[in-house]
């Protein structure tokens, strides 16, 4: 029996919370296996100097600790922004959730950067920073490229912007929620800033507002 390879088993196992869950299982699972029978695989032997290397080497720790207390309120923004967004379509689900629903969760810095700095995530951001094209109060319609349903529920009305921004549901250009009220509606709609332009005739629009809504 090895008791080098014992003995880095163990460290491994100690320092488990700083490795990811697939991480600690494997670690976990060759202590086992080599408490059982006495070695391992070149290739598992592989993968723990890889863990060994990138998570708990001196270099390692120094370089999270570094991270840890350089982690803003800018990063912890962005993790929000970009987790609400995965957690609608179901990419990075366990680490969305764990920003999600612990407001003091500090991700590894590798997996925010894979999480907030890939080119689907670079466009929810700028969406969900940009100016929205319409403020609340504006009068809009929908574009002839707008859902059927949504034209539908609007019966060709104009609409009321009654908030713009919020979760960011779609990396296309132009995927800024809104809540709008088509005129003489009581129900809001909820639909996206690509999919409305300016109402051509406002002054029109106004008066039908006037004579159609009953408040």
Request: with cysteine; net charge positive; aromatic share 8%.
């Amino acid at each position: 029996m090895d008791p080098t390879v014992l003995e880095r088993l163990s460290i491994a196992v100690e320092k488990s919370n700083l490795l990811t869950d697939w991480e600690r299982g494997f670690v976990e699972s060759l202590h086992e296996q080599f408490n059982k029978r006495g070695r391992l695989s070149l290739r598992q032997i592989e993968i723990l100097e890889r863990i060994e290397n990138d998570k708990l080497s001196d270099s390692a720790l120094e370089k999270r600790n570094h991270w840890l207390s350089n982690y803003s309120d800018e990063h912890r923004r962005i993790a929000r922004v970009c987790a609400e967004y995965y957690n609608i379509t179901g990419y990075f689900t366990n680490l969305a959730d764990n920003i999600i629903n612990d407001p003091n969760f500090i991700p590894a810095e590798k997996a925010w950067k894979k999480m907030c700095e890939n080119k689907y995530a670079k466009k929810v951001i700028a969406e969900h920073d940009a100016v929205p094209k319409y403020p609340a109060g504006s009068l809009v319609s929908f574009r002839a490229t707008a859902n059927w349903n949504h034209k539908q529920a609007s019966k060709g009305m104009p609409c009321v912007v009654l908030s713009a921004g919020g979760t960011i549901k779609s990396a296309a250009k132009g995927s800024k929620p809104y809540k709008i009220l088509p005129f003489g509606s009581a129900t809001a709609i909820d639909c996206e800033e690509r999919h409305l332009k300016k109402c051509k005739n406002p002054k029109k629009a106004k008066k039908t507002l006037d004579s159609s809504v009953p408040f």
